[in-house]
């Protein structure tokens, strides 16, 4: 089992930014893919980032591109997500999610093993 705990969310000024964490722990977090997901109210859950082990496979939603920063701290079983130019259209309850395969995360997202309970960006116009 792997457990996620988000943090981080909160209120901004459009153009402004946050960072969300995701605090892991359980198993080998450096064996996981990780990724952020986001689901706006009466929306379908969709993906932001993600990224692979070694942080050598990065993955961007065409609408965070050059805004969104994924990293990942793999001695402290951290992964983050930096937002910057935060727009209100980015509000919703945001997702970290884990998995052994880069590429469920990335195109099968309702296989993916392990979620955590999300944390709330809202972005005020």
């Known amino acids: 089992q792997v457990q996620l705990v988000e943090s981080g969310g909160g209120l901004v000024q459009a153009g402004g930014s946050l960072r969300l964490s995701c605090a892991a722990s359980g198993r080998t977090f450096s064996n996981y893919a990780m990724g952020w997901f986001r689901q706006a109210p009466g929306q379908e859950r969709e993906i932001v980032a993600a990224?692979?082990?070694?942080?050598?496979?990065?993955y961007y939603a065409d609408s965070v591109k050059g805004r969104f920063t994924i990293s990942r701290n793999n001695a402290k079983n951290k992964v983050t997500l930096q937002m910057n130019s935060l727009k209100p259209e980015d509000t919703a309850v945001y997702y970290c999610?884990?998995?052994?395969?880069?590429?469920?995360?990335?195109?099968?997202?309702?296989?993916?093993?392990?979620w955590g309970k999300g944390t709330l960006v809202t972005v005020s116009s």
């Open positions: 999610a884990a998995d052994r395969s880069m590429v469920t995360v990335t195109t099968t997202p309702s296989h993916v093993d392990y």
């Open positions: 990224i692979n082990w070694n942080s050598g496979n990065i």
